[in-house]
């Protein structure tokens, strides 16, 4: 016959229970905390893989995560010259007077997708200002209304040929 011991399952060491909620949160504090855990080179690395609406996203999640965002201009950079090929002007003007590339992308973002639009054709029709989507308008300077002034002649002349 053999002997099987019997372990006392109910000692417990004073001040070190935890429940499940506990628990939980623990495990929700270090997922968010990633940036506090890894070295700012792997941190900069994963937020280098986002798209702009989540780089924008994760900037608001939490102050440890807005600071790392917010201050490493790289990060923005990519962007910036991802919106230049609408924008060429603008982001070279703004690249001439200083900005930072997170400025810059903040400054010409909206009015990159707007110009695009309309560069591309997308409102040649529209008639009436009733007629615009509401996202189809932002403040322009002078010449970018010329130069999709210009596009539009081009698609008319293009149309009569």
Known sequence: MKKTS?????????????????AERGKEESQRN???????EVTYKIFSQLD??????????CTGWNCAIRNNDSLWKPHCLTIRAVCQREID????????WR?????????????????????????????????????????????????ELEREVEKLQ
């Open 93 to 100: 003007d703004d690249i001439k007077s200083g900005y930072t």
């Open 34 to 40: 990633f940036v506090e855990l890894l070295p700012l």
């Open 6 to 22: 019997k372990k006392n399952n109910n000692f417990k060491i004073p001040g070190t229970e935890l429940n499940s909620a506990d």
């Open 52 to 61: 702009i609406q989540s780089l924008c996203r994760a900037s608001r999640t």
């Open 103 to 151: 400025v810059i992308l903040l400054r010409n973002y909206q009015k990159s997708k707007v110009k695009y639009e309309w560069l591309s054709g997308r409102y040649s029709n529209i008639r009436s200002p009733v007629n615009l989507p509401e996202k189809a308008m932002c403040p322009m300077d002078a010449d970018t209304w010329g130069e999709i002034l210009d596009a």
